[in-house]
């Protein structure tokens, strides 16, 4: 993928080390052109050789700092509190970094029209209604969720350049970190070990390189506002579960279907949930794979 007509050239990108972050600095990093700063709150990054500053993004002077020495032309904001459970324990910590950290680049972003783009999710809904679009009323049930609305509304009211991005259940390559939902049910079984897999969660899993050519896409087109990007197919956990072990050959007797109740879990989840990418699809022609597409993509680039 060749970006030589992005308008932006100056990308900083926090939250490098996770998920997300990792993909997007995939698709930048050997782009002629693109000046890329990359920045987490661990000491090291996971990709020698690209500059690379340690910023804890609930210390303001730092955030701002970092931002107003680089002087970005769009800012990606992939970091968050992401772990739903320990969200209701650890609550000043979760609404540190995902609310107050968003405050302060919100900050030094409206100061220098940055464009900013922030990572929200499904779960600012109560998921009684989904799949949802991006003018549907939120409720949170979680803390978690109620960060990440509070986030969404720091942002619009900053004044700072921004396009909020909703998503939900990720999966796909990484090279470092915690195994993805697809990767875990695969080593699982592989391993022997039995799973339990909820039936009445409702998502449209999102592939992790079609959030992070939207993210380029929109950077690009100058896309701004709320956009839910997901996958086409909506389909409960369990059946997701199931499509990844038809497609990897893995037998189906390890995977023990259950509800969430089943899990007593601190945090609620929204259960019939999922987003409506129509908006995206037609404002910048997204495209997402199909689930049996990605995981293709992910046997071939993981040797699964």
Not at 91 to 110: S, T
Not at 186 to 201: H, L, Y
Not at 221 to 247: A, H, W
Request: aromatic share 10%.
């Amino acid at each position: 993928m060749q970006f030589q007509d992005l308008i932006k050239k100056r990308i900083l990108v926090f939250g490098a080390n996770g998920m997300l972050g990792q993909r997007v600095i995939e698709l930048y990093k050997d782009q002629p052109g693109i000046e890329l700063l990359t920045s987490s709150s661990e000491n090291e990054s996971i990709f020698p050789g690209l500059a690379y500053l340690q910023c804890d993004i609930t210390k303001r002077e730092d955030v701002k700092k970092l931002i107003y020495d680089f002087v970005p032309d769009a800012i990606i904001n992939a970091s968050a509190y992401t772990n739903v459970d320990k969200c209701e324990t650890e609550r000043e910590l979760a609404w540190k970094v995902n609310v107050k950290g968003v405050e302060y680049i919100c900050e030094a972003a409206r100061v220098l029209d940055t464009h900013l783009i922030h990572i929200s999710t499904d779960y600012i809904f109560d998921g009684t209604a989904g799949p949802y679009s991006e003018v549907d009323v939120p409720s949170p049930v979680s803390y978690y969720g109620r960060t990440k609305l509070a986030s969404e509304n720091a942002i619009k009211i900053s004044g700072a350049l921004h396009t909020i991005i909703r998503t939900n259940v990720l999966y796909g390559v990484i090279a470092s970190g915690r195994l993805d939902f697809v990767r875990w049910v695969v080593n699982s079984i592989r391993k022997g070990e039995k799973i339990r897999i909820v039936t009445d969660q409702i998502n449209n899993p999102t592939f992790l390189d079609d959030l992070a050519i939207a993210i380029v896409d929109i950077i690009r087109f100058k896309k701004y506002g709320i956009y839910n990007i997901g996958g086409r197919e909506l389909l409960s956990r369990y059946d997701f579960t199931m499509r990844i072990v038809d497609f990897f050959g893995l037998d189906p007797s390890f995977v023990t279907a259950i509800v969430t109740e089943d899990l007593k879990q601190p945090a609620k989840r929204p259960l019939k949930s999922g987003l409506i990418i129509l908006k995206a699809e037609s404002e910048f022609n997204y495209k997402p794979v199909s689930i049996d597409e990605s995981l293709a993509i992910m046997k071939k680039e993981l040797a699964l």
